[in-house]
């Protein structure tokens, strides 16, 4: 790839380009009332700054556009990614017992980066599904290439009841992917603030969103908006125009799944409002270079304290081994997780770290 053309495809990344507004060719949605969302006692919603979201943290700050761009552009894996990544080995998944689930079996298969598919209490959810080839915009075409496959064909999916998206990140909401799931499965698709309309606009119409401290339930889960501590925005326009945020899913079990995020205090506050928690689903890829990284993305020390802070009787680390986004090395992230796990003496059977495809109970 030329400089130039090295240029161009970071500057569309980082700064965004329009991905399209065409209706998606979806099936009529039935006739269905949507689910009521409910707010959660002793809960805040979200608060601006103008037109923009803000987070929770009042010292939160973020490095500059240039400076993304800048170390994007000399550091990112992205650009060397024949030499420094390699795709990771795959589990071979039952898809008989995905496709029979269970009215009391309670399983986490991880995807691929934040896509993790879980089956709790009869019920079958995605979070923050993307099949993608590659991670940007105009649905794909250009931007971060994938270099580990999805560890299940998105053709051998079981039925999907319901899709949680964290934020309009493209590594997060991938066009191409809702496209599909909706037209296939037709799902309830449960998202943050701002992003109905964007999936309206695609012709996806069985959505409802939630502010922080909101909640609906969906076949007998509650799923609760809860808050993360990162951003959002697919152009230079829209940067903070849509809400980010981590989810809890509680039936017979609980579940958390932080989306992206920094480390903040949401996560004890999670904790004690609605834990403990059975399974926490937190990235540990993404924190290179930490001075850009650290207040949107945390690193797997990080991990280890918001499982902690959340009172997770296991935390399944992802966001990582899929897409090659940041500096450090693809396979460092589990490595370190183990490793802080050991120095803080805790079991280490309450880290996983699963093959793409890997399903496990718990």
């Known amino acids: 790839m030329s400089r130039r053309a090295t240029l161009l495809v970071a500057a569309l990344l980082l700064l965004g380009s329009g991905d399209g507004y065409s209706r998606a060719a979806t099936a009529a949605p039935p006739d269905l009332p949507l689910p009521v969302s409910h707010a959660v006692a002793g809960s805040r919603p979200a608060e601006h700054a103008g037109a923009a979201y803000k987070n929770v943290d009042p010292e939160y700050g973020r490095a500059s556009y240039w400076a993304r761009l800048h170390s994007l552009l000399v550091g990112g ?5 024949e030499h420094r990544v390699t795709p990771l080995p795959l589990a071979t998944p039952d ?5 029979r689930g269970s009215r009391r079996g309670t399983t986490v298969t991880w995807i691929g980066h934040s896509s993790v598919l879980v089956q709790l209490d009869g019920v079958t959810f995605l979070t923050d599904p993307t099949w993608a080839q590659r991670s940007g915009p105009f649905s794909g075409r250009i931007g971060v290439r994938r270099y580990t496959p ?3 064909p998105f053709e051998e999916l079981p039925r999907i009841d319901f899709v949680l998206i964290s934020h309009d990140h493209y590594d997060h909401l991938d066009e191409p992917t809702v496209r599909r799931l909706a037209r296939r499965f037709d799902p309830l698709f449960i998202v943050p603030m701002g992003i109905k309309a964007w999936l309206g606009d695609r012709g996806i ?3 409802i969103e939630l502010d922080w401290g909101e909640s609906t339930t969906v076949h007998g889960l509650n799923v609760v908006c809860m808050p993360a501590q990162h951003g959002s925005g697919r152009t230079a326009l829209d940067q903070g125009r849509r809400l980010w945020s981590a989810w809890a899913v509680l039936g017979s079990k609980r579940f958390y799944f932080a989306g992206d995020s920094g480390y903040y205090r949401h996560f004890k506050e999670a904790g004690d409002a609605l834990g403990p928690f059975d399974l926490a689903a937190l990235p540990i890829g993404s924190y290179t270079p930490r001075e850009i990284a650290r ?3 945390i690193s797997p020390e990080e991990a280890v304290q918001a499982g902690l802070d959340l009172r997770a009787t296991h935390i399944l680390g992802v966001h990582w081994g899929t897409f090659a986004l940041a ?8 490595r370190r997780l183990a490793a802080e796990v050991e120095r803080r003496h805790l079991d280490p059977a309450t880290a996983w770290v699963l093959e793409p ?3 496990r109970a718990w």
């Open 77 to 81: 894996t992205w650009l060397f990614t």
């Open 150 to 152: 999805p560890g299940i």
């Open 205 to 207: 119409t069985r959505v």
């Open 357 to 359: 495809g890997e399903t």
């Open 327 to 334: 500096r450090e090395p693809y396979d460092e992230p589990p």
């Open 95 to 99: 898809l008989a017992a995905l496709h």
């Open 295 to 297: 207040p949107v993305h």
